[in-house]
Structure formats: structure tokens, C-alpha cells
């Protein structure tokens, strides 16, 4: 096949502008400004890529300062496609598909918002289905959970997801946006966790001017903002009774009636919502609606903890540590008892808590970065909670008040001590009002 170089007219070159490559299991690898990137199967490679059909040394990326990031052909033996056209040198765009063998990588960007990193491409542009995946792993688990995220993605039903803290739902309900037909309409995030009770109306359905006092113009709600896109409710079992009732008829009906409108506007966007608690055990307490629940878990997907998936460390770890390394405009390195460390952690945070110690981390580390640094409280013992309390005795008004204190004290959060003593965080922020003014 012959072999092409771009051609391009001058342009003007950002030279802020930081690019990565993404592979199809999510790892992204940051390309350097400073120094050429060599991309090979030997392994003394920049980046080595384990695949029988690359070169030893096949490709290096670099940073000219009049065209930006450039790849080109080291005399490998399969050569190199950019969009699906032989190469021999090419500039390097955001969002175009590169393939070196077998393996396949995304061109995005490490310098914007996760939404601008990869620019809108039409079906006819590219396989909606060969787009790099947000999720980052390699383990069964993963490869599964993409696989459903995929074949759910094409489908208009309502997807629940459920998932321990730092999982990941938000990306799995991005994944389910950008795979499917609706992917260059909006995705519109709405934390239900974070929304004054107060204002869930506002945020769910919009409002007109004058409304309420200090509503000062019309705002559109999240359901009308998605347009047809997606709407995406995160920790959706945090809503109150009363905004459960009126989903569940936006949900029944389609339309939605800003607060302070005369008419019902027609939404054509899909929706997916996500909790990190046991809805269905709410439902059976009598704190979240049944029929809502069933409207909303058409479809469920639960995402598994990093506990489960140890597998999945190291490619993270890969994955963090690029990200650092752009980020911080520096090389960053992680030792070989960081990463074993890594591995055998518990992770409560899942793969959150684990970007975030990466990223800590490779901000203090002055070389590799160590597994003290990486876990700087993995050899402290752990401080076991009991499982009991122990109450002062005295009248009902004052022992009470000492277990909603110790709670409290335990958990750290008024969200979280709620949880504990199976009662709604209203009803425990009610109590501690209650204790302080008397």
C-alpha cells in the first residue's frame, strides 16, 4: 500500500496544546513536549506495546513547534494508519484514530475538560463502537461491563446504575451517552446529593422569572437542557418524597412544567441515574418510592469495586501516572514496591481514592515514587471501630443526644451517620438542630 504524508497548510501552533494517545482499554499515555516519543515492541521503548505484529522500534511522536505533534515511521515492517490511511508521517489532531499492528489509540487531549478532550465526531467520521472507553481495565470484569455498557448504549430503555463510591458511575453513564445514537447531543450531570432541598424542582424542571424570590429569569431545567441527549441523576436516592413523585410523572408522561409555567413542555432526552445505597432495601424502609425504582431500573448495572479487580491495578496505575506526568509537564515514574503495594491495598475508595494518591504523590515525589509516598498510612495499624457505643446513663433527652453525637463524631458526616442509624438525613439534621438550640 503507498504510503502518504499529511499535507497541511501553515497554521498556528498552540504551544500550551498537551496530547495523548488512548488505548481501547482506556490507559492513556501523555506525549512529551520536550523529547521524542519512541512507540515499540522492544523493551526499551517509551512506550512499548506487546503486539507480535509491531516493530521494535516502530513509530516516534515529537513536538515541532510548527506543526504541533507529529508521528512518523520508523521503517517499521507493517507501517502505520491515521484514520484508516497508510502514513508515513502525520500531524497529530484530537480525535483521530491511530493504528500501529494491531493496536488501536485515540488522539485526545490532557489539557481540557474530559468533554473537550475528545471532539465530536459523526458516525460517518468514525465507529462509534472502536472509541476509546473511559473505563480503564483489562480484567473480566471490565471487558464484560463494557461489553453490556455497549449493548446498552444503542437502546432508549432507563439504566440504574449501583456502585460503592469512586467506582466509577459517572463514566459509565458518560460511556453509555457516547456509545449509543445520541452521543452528539448534550449529557447533562445532576448531582441529587448536592441540590438544596429547596431547589430540586428548579434544577429538575427549570423555572420562569418571578417564580420564587430571586428568581430573576428563566432557567431551564436539566430535562430540557439534555435536549435530546442524556440526563444523567447521580445519587438519585438522595431526593426527596415530593421530587420522587414528580419524576416518576415526568418519567410516565414525557413533560415537564417549569415551576411557575402555565404549559408542559415535551423532553426527548434518556435517562440514567446512579446510587451507591441499596435502593431496594429503601423501598422495603419506606424511603424511596416503589414505582419510581421500577421506572427507573428498566435496565441495571452494577460496577464492581476495585477490590474485585485487582487486575486492573497496574494498567490504573499506568493509566494515573500519564496523567500525572501531563499534568505536572514532568516525567513521573512509580518504583516497584509503590506498585506492589498498590496492588495489595484495600482501596475504600476505589479507583478515586487510587488517581488521587497518584496524583498526590508524583506532586511530592522528587524521583520514582515510593510506596510510602504512594501510601503514606498503609503501615499504620487500623483502627477498628466497635461494634458497640457506649451512652452515658442519664434521662432519654441526654443519652440520645450522646449516640447522635458519637455517631456523628464516627462517621464524620450528617449524609453518613444518617445511613448508619437507618433514618433520612432530614430526620438526623432535624435532631441535631433540635440539640443545638436547646
Known amino acids: 500500500m503507498t504510503q502518504l504524508s499529511t499535507q497541511r497548510l501553515p497554521r498556528e501552533v498552540d504551544p500550551n496544546i498537551r496530547l495523548a494517545l488512548e488505548f481501547e482499554d482506556g490507559r492513556r499515555h501523555s506525549l512529551p513536549h520536550g523529547r521524542p516519543l519512541v512507540l515499540g515492541s522492544d523493551p526499551d521503548s517509551d512506550l512499548r506495546l506487546h503486539d507480535p505484529f509491531v516493530s521494535a522500534a516502530h513509530?516516534?511522536?515529537?513536538?515541532?513547534?510548527?506543526?504541533?505533534?507529529?508521528?512518523?515511521?520508523?521503517?517499521?515492517?507493517?507501517?502505520?494508519?491515521?484514520?484508516?490511511?497508510?502514513?508515513?508521517?502525520?500531524?497529530?489532531?484530537?480525535?483521530?484514530?491511530?493504528?500501529?499492528?494491531?493496536?488501536?489509540?485515540?488522539?485526545?487531549?490532557?489539557?481540557?475538560?474530559a468533554d473537550e478532550a475528545r471532539p465530536r465526531r459523526t458516525r460517518a467520521q468514525v465507529d462509534l463502537r472502536q472509541s476509546a472507553h473511559r473505563l480503564v481495565g483489562r480484567s473480566d470484569a471490565m471487558i464484560e461491563l463494557r461489553r453490556t455498557l455497549e449493548r446498552?448504549?444503542?437502546?432508549?430503555?432507563?439504566?440504574?446504575?449501583?456502585?460503592?463510591?469512586?467506582t466509577g458511575k459517572e463514566l459509565a453513564a458518560r460511556t453509555l451517552h457516547e456509545f449509543g445514537p445520541r452521543a452528539e447531543a448534550p449529557f447533562v450531570a445532576l448531582n441529587c446529593a448536592a441540590v438544596p432541598a429547596g431547589l430540586f424542582e428548579s434544577e429538575l424542571f427549570g423555572h420562569r422569572r418571578g417564580a420564587f424570590t430571586g428568581a430573576h429569569r428563566d432557567h431551564a431545567g436539566v430535562f430540557l437542557r439534555a435536549e435530546q441527549g442524556t440526563v444523567f441523576l447521580d445519587e438519585v436516592a438522595e431526593l426527596p418524597a415530593a421530587a420522587q413523585a414528580k419524576l416518576l410523572r415526568v418519567l410516565e408522561t414525557r413533560l415537564v412544567c417549569p415551576v411557575g409555567g402555565d404549559r408542559e413542555l415535551e423532553i426527548r432526552c434518556r435517562i440514567v441515574a446512579a446510587t451507591h445505597r441499596d435502593l431496594g432495601a429503601m423501598v422495603r424502609d419506606g424511603q424511596f418510592r416503589e414505582d419510581l425504582y421500577h421506572r427507573l431500573g428498566v435496565v441495571e448495572v452494577t460496577l464492581p469495586p476495585l477490590r474485585r479487580r485487582r487486575a486492573d491495578i497496574p494498567v490504573l496505575l499506568d493509566h494515573f501516572v500519564g496523567l500525572a506526568a501531563a499534568e505536572l509537564e514532568r516525567e513521573v515514574s512509580l518504583s516497584k514496591a509503590a506498585a506492589a503495594a498498590a496492588i495489595s491495598h484495600a482501596w475504600p475508595g476505589n479507583v478515586r481514592a487510587l488517581r488521587n494518591a497518584v496524583l498526590r504523590a508524583a506532586a511530592l515525589a522528587d524521583g520514582p515514587i515510593s510506596a510510602e509516598l504512594l501510601l503514606p498510612r498503609a503501615r499504620q495499624p487500623v483502627v477498628r471501630r466497635s461494634d458497640s457505643i457506649a451512652v452515658p446513663r442519664g434521662d432519654y433527652a441526654s443519652m440520645h443526644a450522646s449516640l447522635l453525637q458519637q455517631v456523628l463524631r464516627e462517621e464524620g458526616s450528617i449524609r453518613k451517620a444518617a445511613r448508619t442509624l437507618g433514618v433520612p438525613r432530614s430526620t438526623l439534621g432535624a435532631w441535631l438542630n433540635k440539640l443545638a438550640s436547646a
Open 152 to 166: 446498552l448504549a444503542a437502546l432508549p430503555l432507563p439504566v440504574l446504575i449501583h456502585g460503592e463510591t469512586g
Open 59 to 113: 513509530a516516534r511522536v515529537h513536538f515541532a513547534k510548527d506543526e504541533g505533534y507529529v508521528i512518523e515511521d520508523l521503517d517499521s515492517t507493517n507501517g502505520i494508519a491515521v484514520d484508516g490511511v497508510s502514513v508515513h508521517r502525520a500531524t497529530l489532531e484530537p480525535g483521530m484514530a491511530v493504528a500501529l499492528g494491531r493496536q488501536r489509540m485515540l488522539v485526545t487531549r490532557v489539557d481540557q475538560h
